[in-house]
Each structure stands twice: as C-alpha cells, then as structure tokens.
C-alpha cells in the first residue's frame, strides 16, 4: 500500500547571492515525505541537507533563489500567504534543531519558551498548555517536570534541554518533524537515549519525520526510506535496508566503509578528497574526483537519476560496478 504523500519537493534549485553572483546551493532535489513515515537525508557537512529543510519550510534568507516546488498536502507551499505560512509552520510542521542551547532564550523559564507557540497562536490556553507539557516531559524522562518548567536553561544539561526541544516540538501535535542533526552537539552516552525517545514520539504519534544527518549507519536504524546527498543533489534513493545492504552508488558505498562498525573490528576506509559544493561543480559527475571508478564520460557528462534495481541512482556506470561495490561494503 503506497503512503499519502505529505511532502513533495521537486525539481528544487536554490542558490544565493554571494559577493554579487548568484552561488548554487541545491540543485535538482527530488525528495517526498509520506503520512507517518520516517525519511532520512544523508550526506557529508556541506551537501546541502539543511539548506533543503529550510527551503521546505520557507526559512530561507531574502537573498536566496528558488526554483521547483514544494508542496504539503497538496498546498504550494511558496504560495502561502502571510496566515497560512504562519499556520503550516505553527501546526503542520516543527523542527528540532542540532545545538539546543543556540535556540532557546536563555532569558526565559523553560514553560515560557515550550508554551509560547501554543499559546501565541491560540491553540491552547495556557493551563492545558502548561498540563500537556508536563505530560509530555514525562513522556521523555524529563523527572519532577514541574520544577523543570520554573528553571532556566543554564540549569539543564544538554541532554534535558534536548528532551524540552522534543517536548517543544510534539506539543502543538505536527504532522512532520523536521529533525536537523539533533543529536550532535550531545555526549555520546546521551545521543542514543534521545534518538530512542525521539522515535518513541514520532511512532506513538503517527507523525512523518524527515531525519537529518552525516550518519548513514543511524538513519539506516531509523528510518524507512533513505536519500544520500552529495554536492546539493541526491544522487541515490531508496529503502534504508536495501542501500546498507546493498549500496549502488558508489559515494554511498564509501560511507558505509568510513564508518566504524559495532559489530566487526576493522580499519576505516576514509574518503579521499574533500567533499565538494554545489558552486564548485563544473562539468560532470560531482563525486568523480574521489570515485575510484570515474572515467572519461563521468569526468565530462553529468548522470542522471534513473531506477536501478527499484532505486533512484546518479551513476553512469552503477551496473559495471554494483558487484564491486558489495564486495567492497562486505
């Protein structure tokens, strides 16, 4: 049974104005999210991954270009007006940022800063508000929400100022999550506690999840569906299980293998190079200059996404390498 699809973004480009000239961020992205269901975007810093969530929820900087389409729920969402564009942003959709304390006031109690969407745009008064909240904190493992929601955010430590962004994010009940990273900036020890109760939520809650990160392995755990992003395109889309099992592409099979595993002692492979722009790819395939495969026709042509083995894939040669790269992820 095929999903509704909730999000549809096509044929996005963006670029914006740098040192008078218009400088490519996103070229190209087809991306769709469906009702309840769990996407992951994946790709080195730089690839474009937030750049894409931002143009999906109309946060882009004045001086940006776009092109394609965004739609929610069959809505353009580039066309909505100034009450509507509030309410998708307010109600539709919430966003869960990397770095907690770079978006919480420090200058206001924690109920201040979960409450105030709710209650700014009347969805609740402030007592429901308030008892949900306290439902919810508790809901993640927030202990005696009650003296939480008095304290300020100096008096948490990232691990429970993360959990508030959760609450934050599931109180106004969203249809999707956008989730930028939003384990980064914690200890290692903390992150899988806050991925578990972040998955909890958006399960128990039938919400859909766009799932942002440079970690291939975890979206993998996570999601449904995984796009692996390189150089502000997608080049290589499709069930998480069959991309960890089976890469096609080959800057995907070169993730899997720079990664450590949890299972296996091995020694990491790391990709040579550095991960490029979108401005600075000229002519050709944009992972040719560190893909062990290129040839001349990568080096000169850029591919196209076409459907390989049920995959969207940017690859000229993805069937003459395919058996090369699972032996190499093996």
């Known amino acids: 049974m095929s999903l509704h699809q909730l999000l549809a973004i096509e044929n996005l480009d963006l670029a914006v104005k740098h040192r008078g000239s218009m400088r490519p961020l996103v070229h190209d992205v087809d991306l769709a999210v469906g009702a309840a269901e769990s996407v992951g975007l994946v790709g080195e810093s730089g690839s474009g991954k937030s ?17 394609g389409s965004v739609e929610f729920d069959g809505r353009d969402v580039n066309r909505l007006g100034r009450r509507d564009l509030a309410r998708f942003r307010s109600r539709d959709v919430a966003l869960i940022h990397q770095d907690p304390r770079a978006h919480i006031n420090p200058n206001r109690t924690i109920a201040q800063f979960v409450t105030e969407g709710v209650v700014h745009t009347g969805m609740m008064s402030e007592e429901a508000a308030l008892e949900r909240a306290c439902a919810l904190m508790r809901d993640v493992g927030i202990p005696d929400p009650e003296k939480r929601l008095k304290q300020f955010p100096h008096q948490l430590s990232g691990g429970l100022l993360q959990r508030v962004m959760i609450v934050t994010t599931m ?16 200890d290692v020890t903390v992150q899988s506690d806050v991925m578990a109760i972040l998955m909890e939520q958006v399960r128990d809650h039938h919400m859909a999840m766009l799932f942002v990160t440079h970690d291939l392995d975890l979206a993998a755990a996570v999601t449904d569906r995984l796009a692996v992003m390189y150089a502000g395109t997608i080049v290589e ?94």
């Open 237 to 330: 889309m499709g069930t998480s299980g069959a991309i960890c099992s089976r890469p096609l592409h080959p800057y995907t099979a070169a993730l899997l293998k720079s990664r450590p595993s949890t299972t296996e002692v091995r020694r990491l492979t790391a990709i040579p190079g550095r991960p490029l722009a979108a401005y600075e790819v000229t002519k050709g395939c944009s992972f040719a200059p560190r893909c062990p495969f290129a040839g001349d026709q990568c080096r000169n042509e850029a591919p196209k996404r076409r459907l390989v083995e049920g995959r969207a894939v940017a690859c000229h040669r993805v069937e003459e390498i395919a058996q090369s790269l699972q032996e190499g992820a093996s």
């Open 171 to 186: 109180l106004p009940s969203p249809r999707l999550i956008f989730a930028d990273e939003p384990t980064t900036a914690l």
């Open 51 to 67: 750049m894409t969530i931002k143009a999906a929820m109309r946060l882009l900087p004045r001086n940006a270009s776009v092109g």
